[in-house]
């Protein structure tokens, strides 16, 4: 088994940043695959970012791309989400998930969740 535990969430202003932490434990030398996901009152979960592990390459939804950066600390078993010029539309739970296969966007492919965190970018 995994464990994820994610920290870093908070209330911001619009245009300010945060960075989430989502560190690894237990059976770390199984993952492959780290993400982000996100639900937002009233929505689906969505993919947000992902990275492969070993190789460290990244994707992410259109809706982050330039403002939001993926990445992990090997050593730690950690993966970070750097997230700048933060919008109200950001505002959501946002979940750390990992997996033993490759990195993907579909939500069902990832073993193992987090509890979440809230974010909040106010207006």
């Known amino acids: 088994q995994v464990q994820l535990v994610e920290s870093g969430g908070g209330l911001v202003q619009a245009g300010g940043s945060l960075r989430l932490s989502c560190a690894a434990s237990?059976?770390?030398?199984?993952?492959?695959?780290m993400g982000w996901f996100r639900q937002a009152p009233g929505k689906e979960r969505e993919f947000v970012a992902a990275l492969n592990w070993s190789g460290g390459s990244t994707y992410y939804v259109d809706s982050v791309k330039g403002r939001f950066t993926i990445s992990r600390d090997k050593a730690r078993y950690t993966v970070y989400l750097q997230m700048d010029n933060l919008k109200p539309e950001d505002t959501a739970v946002y979940y750390c998930?990992?997996?033993?296969?490759?990195?993907?966007?579909?939500?069902?492919?990832?073993?193992?969740w987090g509890q979440g965190t809230q974010v909040t970018v106010s207006s």
């Open positions: 237990g059976r770390t030398y199984s993952i492959s695959a």
């Open positions: 998930a990992a997996d033993r296969g490759r990195a993907t966007m579909i939500e069902g492919r990832y073993a193992y």
